[in-house]
């Protein structure tokens, strides 16, 4: 007998692997997936974009005079 009932338990992540098996996955489950990898992408684009911008910065910081 458990301590605790199973629908107090934690639910697993959900991820993805690339190249992943997608033929046990409801329609559901699919269109979570497409979500969690569009929000990895911006999670992505905006770390990008912040480092571009702190390397533009030390470049010109660092740039000799002409």
Same mark, same amino acid.
């Given at each position: 007998?458990?301590?605790?009932?199973?629908?107090?338990?934690?639910?697993?992540?959900?991820?993805?692997?690339?190249?992943?098996?997608?033929?046990? $996955?409801?329609?559901? &489950? #699919? !269109?979570?997936?497409? /979500? $969690?990898?569009?929000? &990895? #992408? !911006?999670?992505?684009? /905006?770390?990008?974009?912040?480092?571009?911008?702190?390397?533009? /910065?030390?470049?010109?910081?660092?740039?000799?005079?002409?």
């Amino acid at each position: 007998m458990s301590l605790f009932p199973e629908d107090d338990r934690p639910k697993p992540k959900n991820v993805h692997e690339v190249g992943q098996d997608l033929s046990m $996955l409801s329609l559901e &489950e #699919i !269109e979570e997936r497409i /979500a $969690l990898l569009k929000a &990895e #992408i !911006e999670r992505l684009a /905006a770390a990008r974009a912040g480092k571009s911008a702190s390397r533009a /910065a030390a470049d010109a910081f660092f740039r000799r005079p002409a």
